[in-house]
């Protein structure tokens, strides 16, 4: 398999650590595409993910799937072992559940920020900004982080007693929040201490090195 993404971003992390998680790095070759330079913008690549974004996973087979919540399935499924995306009814429904809420309050919040209210990716890829719109994603952010912190002082994990996408999930908003220098505030002392149990996972401690 390849994984087309480009090292440092939040969302290739969350493929990152799934990989790590099911430990299938032996098994995967990752594929820089240069987010700097607007690659994910050319017609080559637009090809691959009509939504020009990263990362994207390529089976030996030529076929190719997009969207980080989506390559997760399909690699927590490849050993009929899932581990990541529940194997209930109602765990697979809740994970969803709160993975999507992860991304819809926090990290896409974050990264329309990130491309609206900052530099972004520069000029040749930013050709259209709305500072204004930014500005609101990075409160939206904010009110998303005391969200999760309200969940997490009643449970050890963001759907409930155990790890999850959608702890990947919210772990890449707090990746992009840090890039982009957006704090989480210091009474959040759930969403603190979660953070530091993440911060300790194999997977994500090795996520950058891989
Ligand atoms: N919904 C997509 C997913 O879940 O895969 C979003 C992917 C996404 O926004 N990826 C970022 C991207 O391609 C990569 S990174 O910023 O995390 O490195 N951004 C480039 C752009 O121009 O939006």
Not at 13 to 20: D, E, F, L, Q, S
Not at 88 to 93: D, L, N, R, V, W
Request: with cysteine; net charge negative; hydrophobic share 40%.
């Amino acid at each position: 398999m390849t994984i087309h993404d480009w090292h440092t971003g939040p969302y290739p992390a969350r493929v990152r650590i799934a990989v790590a998680e099911k430990g299938l790095q032996p098994q995967v070759r990752f594929h820089s595409v240069d987010l700097l330079k607007g690659e994910h913008k050319q017609p080559g690549f637009l090809a691959i993910n009509y939504s020009g974004t990263l990362p994207v996973l390529e089976l030996a087979d030529g076929s190719f799937i997009a969207e980080c919540t989506a390559i997760t399935e399909y690699l927590d499924h490849l050993d009929g072992q899932p581990t990541l995306t529940g194997t209930t009814a109602f765990e697979k429904g809740t994970i969803h559940m709160m993975s999507r809420r992860a991304e819809l309050e926090v990290l896409d919040a974050i990264s329309v920020y990130f491309h609206h209210a900052t530099p972004g990716l520069g000029p040749t890829v930013e050709l259209y900004q709305n500072a204004e719109w930014g500005l609101r994603q990075r409160d939206k952010a904010l009110r998303g982080m005391r969200y999760f912190d309200s969940v997490l002082k009643t449970q050890s994990f963001v759907a409930g007693e155990v790890f999850s996408m959608a702890d990947i999930t919210l772990f890449g908003g707090l990746v992009f929040a840090e890039i982009v220098r957006v704090a989480v505030p210091p009474e959040l002392s759930a969403l603190h201490a979660w953070h530091a149990r993440m911060l300790a996972r194999p997977s994500v401690e090795g996520w950058k090195t891989m």
